[in-house]
């Protein structure tokens, strides 16, 4: 046992989803451990990463360790590029949350009722109402700033602050919105428009994934939180490598290795594996756990993105802030949804002629040139579009490469089906009729089912243990003590950022344990 101790809760992960429930157990005075597989980044050497980073290239949170995360994925033929795992997550105190961008949407009413209202993907066991209070919670927690649109999703609180203004040209959308008949709105920011928690408003520094003075939020905040109440500890560089259960259904401890070698053992009440949605499949099939109906691992999905982009004739004058401030849900949701799944759009200005000449080859005048020409010109539009549940789509354990403790590492295989397609060539149309309507010319398509960096699924929650593996409790079927927090128990992804409906199933996760038997 790690220093003969026993805990009333183990986390493993201290990305957004272990620490808001970490957090929420601590201060209410149960002892908490926290093991986390990376190590801590100290907040005052931002400057310094983003330096490296730009001077040399070094990578911007240089936190990959060769002999403890490695991967295997084959996904080229149904994506057409190899999916790096390593650039869509971040192993440390924090997760992803360390480098995300920092937007952040409600799920819609409707995005936990597709099989029933669509006849595709698979009904939650829960509904938006049944979580509603706690996305407000969790985006009081996070800090979360914007403007309830007409069509957003009803809530019942306020928004902690309010949105950003929108970039200049932007203003060019809303006629484009007036003239075609639909509806653009602002985005949801989990970055500060005023101070807010101690942190000051965002600077507009244009470099939104190391915010240089945390604006943006992390979840390392709460960490640091739970372990200011003293009853939570931090164990980092320690991997949680296998889950013991008896015969009963009770885990008897976690066996975790750090990075020098050490073997510890973690006793604890109840256990929450948050190790985000592929290492916490992997967990639970090294342990062989979870898998009594062969769901474990199966049904992972993604965000995709695709886009277009064209010119205007006057500059719009990009590059002020590092993100974008407008959104479009015209096409989200409705009767063609029972063709193709969820499309939301967003517009973009971020395009460095620099860089595009450099890859056509252009040195000299030539290239500064095309700066002169095309600098501020380019108009883009992004949509962010729902990837179906597929039982091909999975994390399985690879049979060829294993990491530092001789450990499986995990094989990662995205399957796309025939929706998923009809998907990306919807948003392709609609994205095509906007940037006409906006006067752009030689508009170009980016190459479909780009990655959002939003892993979802292998671990879905279901009433019958049959079709997932946790409960709407999200305690593993079969278990008594293990949970999973996290997107890793998503029956759908919808076509909107994950990070607020999991911080929210995280907090009534926490809740669930902290009431009475």
């Keep these: 046992m790690l220093g003969g101790k026993h805990f009333d809760v183990c986390v493993i992960g201290s990305g957004i989803a272990g620490a808001m429930a970490a957090h929420r157990l601590a201060a209410a005075g149960r002892s908490v451990v926290i093991l986390e597989a990376g190590k801590r980044f100290n907040r005052g050497e931002k400057l310094t990463q983003l330096r490296r980073h730009e001077i040399l290239r070094a990578p911007l949170w240089p936190w990959e360790d060769e002999g403890r995360d490695g991967f295997v994925v084959e996904s080229r033929s149904a994506l057409g590029y190899d999916y790096r795992l390593n650039r869509s997550r971040v192993k440390a105190v924090g997760g992803s949350t360390l480098r995300w961008g920092g937007l952040i949407n409600r799920y819609w009413e409707s995005d936990f009722r ?4 669509y006849g595709h993907g698979m009904d939650w066991p829960i509904s938006y109402a049944d979580i509603e209070s706690y996305v407000c919670e969790a985006e009081a927690e996070i800090g979360v700033a914007g403007v309830q649109n007409p069509s957003d999703p009803p809530r019942s609180r306020p928004l902690p602050m309010g949105p950003f203004p929108a970039k200049y040209g932007e203003d060019e959308w809303f006629k484009v919105a007036d003239r075609m008949g639909i509806e653009i709105g602002y985005s949801l920011h989990a970055r500060n428009s005023a101070p807010y928690d ?10 939104c994934e190391i915010c240089p003075i945390g604006a943006r939020y992390s979840a390392d905040i709460h960490v640091d939180k739970a372990l200011a109440t003293g009853s939570a500890e931090l164990f980092e560089n320690t991997v949680a490598r296998r889950v013991y259960m008896d015969a009963s259904g009770e885990v008897t401890g976690v066996l975790a290795t750090t990075t020098e070698g050490e073997d510890v053992e973690v006793s604890a009440d109840n256990y929450i594996v948050a190790a985000h949605a592929i290492e916490t499949a992997r967990l639970l099939l090294l342990s062989e756990i979870g898998n009594s109906s062969d769901q474990l691992g199966r ?19 990009p590059y002020r802030i590092g993100f974008e401030t407008l959104e479009c849900n015209h096409w989200y949701d409705g009767p063609d949804r029972r063709d193709r799944g969820a499309i939301k759009l967003s517009f ?4 460095d002629p620099l860089q ?8 000299g005048a030539d290239l500064a040139q095309k700066d002169c020409d095309e600098f501020g010109r380019w108009v883009g539009v992004a949509a962010e579009i729902e ?13 060829t490469e294993v990491d530092q403790f001789g450990d499986p590492v995990p094989h990662v295989q995205f399957a796309i089906n025939d929706v998923d397609r009809r998907t990306n060539d919807a948003a392709l149309d609609i994205i095509q009729t906007l940037l006409e309507a906006r006067g752009c010319k030689d508009i170009e398509a980016i190459p ?15 009433d019958d243990p049959a079709d997932g593996v946790v409960d709407a409790d999200c305690r593993v079927h079969g278990s008594d003590n293990l949970f999973l927090a996290g997107s890793s128990v998503f029956p759908t992804g919808g076509g ?3 990070t607020l409906t999991l911080a929210a199933l995280s907090l009534r996760l926490a809740d669930h344990l902290l009431s009475p038997a």
């Design 387 to 399: 990837h179906q549940p597929n039982p091909d789509s999975r994390v399985t354990l690879s049979e």
């Design 299 to 317: 049904n992972l999905m993604e965000h995709w993105y695709t886009g277009a982009g064209g010119f205007v004739e006057s500059s719009i004058y």
């Design 448 to 462: 479909g089912f780009v990655r959002a960096h939003h892993h979802m699924g292998t671990c879905r929650m279901s």
């Design 114 to 117: 597709t099989a029933s209202m």
């Design 348 to 351: 973009i200005d971020r395009r």
């Design 496 to 498: 909107r950022q994950p």
């Design 356 to 363: 595009s000449g450099l890859r056509e080859g252009l040195l």
């Design 198 to 207: 101690r942190r000051p408003a965002c600077a507009a520094f244009s470099v």
